[in-house]
């Protein structure tokens, strides 16, 4: 984990990993919440996944296509984000997603882990 605390640190100069192809996330850890800062190009899709972390995903560039909820219980639910709106996932809930058009994305977790539910998917 990337523990910087009282430091400026510039987003785009974490260090990345690309957990999809095409897909770029920068995280930065503190005590008690995880930032990740991503970017994601057109056409690239994250599988459903679920993590015990609460989430707040803000898009700040591109359109978005989620999918929140189970469809094997006919509970699915799909939403466009566009730039500078955010959507809340609680702790355990089903969602993934699409990338209408490149994207960039700021996520925030807590509690912080070493992984998000992207990490432990199969896609």
Avoid: C, W
């Avoid at 990337?2 to 996330?25: F, V």
């Avoid at 189970?70 to 699915?76: F, H, I, P, S, Y």
């Amino acid at each position: 984990m990337n523990n910087i605390i009282g430091l400026k640190q510039s987003l785009t100069d974490l260090p990345a990993r690309e957990p999809i192809t095409g897909l770029l996330a920068r995280k930065l850890v503190g005590k008690h919440v995880m930032i990740q800062y991503v970017t994601v190009k057109k056409g690239v899709s994250a599988p459903q996944h679920q993590h015990p972390n609460e989430q707040m995903m803000v898009l700040l560039e591109g359109r978005m296509r989620v999918l929140v909820g189970d469809v094997t219980k006919g509970e699915l639910t799909e939403l466009e984000l566009k730039p500078g709106e955010v959507i809340h996932y609680p702790p355990n809930m089903l969602h993934g997603g699409e990338a209408l058009e490149d994207s960039v994305i700021l996520d925030i977790f807590s509690p912080p882990s070493e992984t998000t539910g992207i990490d432990n998917s199969s896609g």
